[in-house]
């Protein structure tokens, strides 16, 4: 989708620091980073949100979960710990469309996820 902020990202029309990528997804540094550690895990083809992800798309949500254990491996916190989270829709907190795993770490996270 040329108007989606990510499908641009990982077209390399609008520039990144990227941290992680395969054939099927890219991780990247978040713009306004939340924690030490911040990074985006996308598909690399348009899916507006993890409600569209189905049986077919799975794949992609395997290599998520792949690529986010390689970025905490990169960024040096897999044994320390992090967070991924997937914000689903308005009130989940989704801003971007197309879908995408934060990947959060480097300090102590708080317990609240609100
Ligand atoms: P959401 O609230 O949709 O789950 O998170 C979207 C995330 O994308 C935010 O953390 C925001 O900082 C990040 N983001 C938005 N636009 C850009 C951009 O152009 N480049 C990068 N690297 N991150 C972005
Ligand atoms: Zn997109």
Redesign the pocket.
Known sequence: MSDC?FCR?VNGE?P?TRVYEDDLVLA?????P?APVHC?VVPKIHIATLMDVTSDLMPYVGAMTAAAQEVAKRKGISEKGFRTVI?CNAEG????FHL?M?VLGGRKLRDELG
């Open positions: 902020i990202i609008i990144s990247f540094e978040d713009i306004h939340m985006i914000n907190g989704q801003v971007v995408h934060h």
